[in-house]
């Protein structure tokens, strides 16, 4: 396998305070991969770094074998990100969103139109296309935000927490999404559902504190931490053992 | 490519809110209606010009409406800030000149139209008063108000940068009544003379509806100075706005 993200003894500090703590990771092309963990453990400053939308304190990550350090602007068409919070230009309809997305990254317009038909099938954004933005609720947005890193076809796309704060339903709805995408780029997924980050990810690392506490697969993190619910593995892995 | 996508979608959200028109384009006419109904009501006194004279009036009313695309400008970048778009657009390979030059076009595009409407506007009131500006004039001034739009586009960049999206248009609100205070919008700054004077000169304001006045009027050798003057500020301005919106760029990502 080869790999799209490596990333050794990656830090960030926020004066005194450690956000992220000489973390180190190899993340492979094609993966669904889950970092799992409690508000604060520093999953979103992680991708924050790897997106460079934050500046690395110390350590290093290669992102397709480029350096983040040196090199983000070369890495900058090749990945995408959803952010925590829904991204859309709210003015905009759906379809203006995800051409302004392309045209930003330097797409040609058969590309852009050859895309947007089939980001608007894979996400089922056909009802909703002539929409404003800011008019759809806000599963809708989510998957609009979602289909707005995907229409550049980054070889990485970065999802922070992308089903927070959506209902059972529309969560359901995004983990088919992710799921239909699995194998075809690579996927970093943070999350704090425990149940989706089983469901969906090849493997898991655990994060607190900064620190990567465990990484495996699902099953593997049940085994290691000898519990038979991810969610009772995650409480003995982050420390919080009843 | 970047700074056409990023300019058509500002574009599209200035376009998309009716708040936009009302002030951008709608507030200068009914400014001129209602100044040049005033001016009418005022007693003529021998000697005396009016205040609120149609040809004094349209230039300086055109200068003051640009503090509304600063005041648009500003409320869209720090709009933009607080919102995770922005944040998603760090993330793109778009760069801190495209962002400049993307929040820039549109807005300078809507100023070009506001300029046009306000002196059509102006003219259409002169003759309703038997009154009527140089055409050829009032073309040149359209040009010549460049230095102003880009004054006022910077200023909205500043504030929208170094502002959050609650504080920002109270700011801009300041300057609104700065301009119009300083800039001798609603009187002659030059018959007062004194310390307002120097204060006024002291600021862009005054000179740029000084030097639009002299432009509608046909005094090109009198405009130069002003002109000249303004055409300074808003090139310190709009360096000042690159730098803030790039060191801002920078201080986002520690």
């Known amino acids: 396998m080869k790999t799209a993200i490596k990333i050794n003894d990656l830090t960030k500090k926020f004066g005194n305070k450690i956000a992220v703590d000489k973390i180190n990771l190899e993340i492979y092309e094609g993966e669904l991969f889950g970092l799992l963990g409690i508000n604060g453990a520093g999953k979103t400053t992680t991708i924050r770094m790897l997106t460079g939308l934050s500046a690395v304190t110390d350590g290093e990550a290669e992102i397709l074998g480029h350096s983040i350090k040196t090199d983000m602007q070369e890495i900058k068409p090749l990945i995408n990100v959803s952010t925590q919070e829904t991204a859309v230009a709210g003015n905009l309809t759906v379809r203006e969103n995800l051409e302004l997305i392309a045209n930003i990254y330097g797409m040609n317009k058969s590309d852009i139109k050859g895309s947007i038909g089939e980001i608007v099938t894979s996400l089922e954004l056909d009802e909703v296309i002539s929409q404003r933005a800011k008019t759809l609720s806000g599963g809708w947005q989510r998957r609009l935000s979602i289909a707005m890193a995907l229409i550049t076809s980054p070889k990485i796309i970065f999802l922070d927490e992308p089903t927070l704060g959506l209902d059972v339903i529309a969560r359901r709805e995004l983990w088919k999404v992710l799921e239909n995408l699995k194998g075809k780029i690579t996927i970093i997924l943070t999350t704090h559902y425990l149940e989706e980050a089983e469901a969906l990810c090849d493997r898991i690392a655990v994060m607190a504190k900064g620190k990567i506490k465990a990484l495996g697969t699902a099953k593997e993190l049940k085994k290691s931490a000898d519990k038979d619910s991810i969610e009772d593995a995650f409480v003995e892995i982050v420390g919080g053992g009843v | ?254």
């Open chain 2, 1 to 254: 490519m970047r700074v056409m996508a990023f300019t058509s979608r500002n574009i599209k959200e200035l376009l998309r809110d009716p708040i936009s028109y009302v002030f951008c384009l709608g507030l200068p006419i009914v400014m001129l209606i209602v100044m040049t109904l005033i001016n009418d009501s005022i007693p003529v006194v021998p000697g005396t010009p009016k205040i609120f004279n149609i040809e004094k009036l349209t230039p300086a009313m055109t200068v003051f409406a640009l503090t509304f695309i600063m005041l648009f400008a500003c409320i869209r970048v720090s709009g933009d800030r607080s919102s995770a778009f922005l944040t998603r657009l760090y993330a793109s390979p778009m760069k801190s000149g495209d962002y400049i030059m993307g929040y820039t076009l549109p807005f300078g595009i809507i100023a070009l139209f506001q300029i046009i409407i306000t002196y059509t506007s102006g003219e259409i009131i002169a003759l309703i008063n038997s009154k009527s500006f140089d055409i050829i004039n009032a073309l040149l001034s359209v040009p010549l108000l460049f230095p102003s739009m880009v004054l006022f586009i910077g200023i909205g960049i500043i504030f929208g940068t170094i502002l959050n999206a609650n504080a920002a248009p109270g700011v801009c609100s300041a300057v609104i009544t700065a301009t119009a205070i300083l800039g001798g919008i609603w009187m002659d700054i030059d018959t007062m003379g004194g310390a307002w004077k120097t204060v006024c000169g002291c600021l862009p304001f005054y000179h740029s509806v000084k030097y639009a006045r002299f432009a509608l009027e046909g005094n090109f050798t009198d405009m130069l100075n002003p002109l000249l003057i303004c055409s300074a500020f808003a090139a310190l301005i709009f360096v000042i706005a690159v730098l803030v919106f790039s060191m801002k760029m920078k201080s986002d990502k520690r």
